[in-house]
């Protein structure tokens, strides 16, 4: 549970430092100012964080692993349709590479989707025997990096299309970032 925590809060905190989110493609094409966007980026990345930590406590009260696994998915499910619905919502930051920063967080939105699709077909049917969970979790641990790997890679391209740091400087002023960033 520990180590699902730290994942989260690692997603959520390079999420946060690189000025991401995770819009779905076909997300809106307005554009919403550097600090609004900002301020509603870690908004929406705390509210996922909370709810995923919610359900991965109330996993200690499930009767079985199926019970367990069948609420992770609907936690998951629900956790990340709202996370999209209020990024959508936000639609691109009104900078000049602002449609640049919006295509890699769609971009992104695409990858993290798979890798939550993986973990959701993996708990779909859990296995019952030692061996089958173990390797189970291994599986989703791996679905976990790669989900790291492919926010890192995002933050790598958004430092380098925002060369002159309104969006950097926006996440740093937002006090939803500081909050977010302290509750990390």
Do not use: Y
Request: with cysteine.
């Amino acid at each position: 549970m520990n180590r699902i925590r730290a994942l989260l809060g690692a997603v959520a905190l390079m999420v946060f430092a690189a000025g991401g989110s995770t819009a779905p493609a076909h997300a809106a094409s307005a554009s919403t100012s550097p600090q609004k966007w900002a301020s509603g980026v870690c908004s929406s990345v705390q509210d996922w964080v909370n709810s995923v930590e919610s359900t991965l406590k109330g996993l200690k009260n499930a009767g079985s692993l199926s019970d367990a696994s069948q609420a992770a998915i609907n936690g998951i499910d629900t956790a990340t349709t709202q996370l999209e619905d209020s990024l959508k919502q936000l639609g691109k930051p009104s900078t000049s590479n602002g449609t640049k920063a919006q295509g890699e967080i769609q971009n992104l939105s695409k990858q993290l989707q798979t890798q939550v699709d993986n973990i959701k077909q993996e708990l779909a049917n859990p296995p019952s025997d030692p061996v089958g969970i173990a390797s189970t979790f291994a599986q989703i641990g791996s679905d976990a990096q790669t989900a790291v790997n492919d926010i890192k890679s995002t933050a790598t391209n958004l430092k380098q299309i925002n060369s002159n740091g309104e969006l950097k400087k926006a996440f740093q002023n937002a006090s939803s970032c500081q909050s977010l960033k302290k509750s990390l």
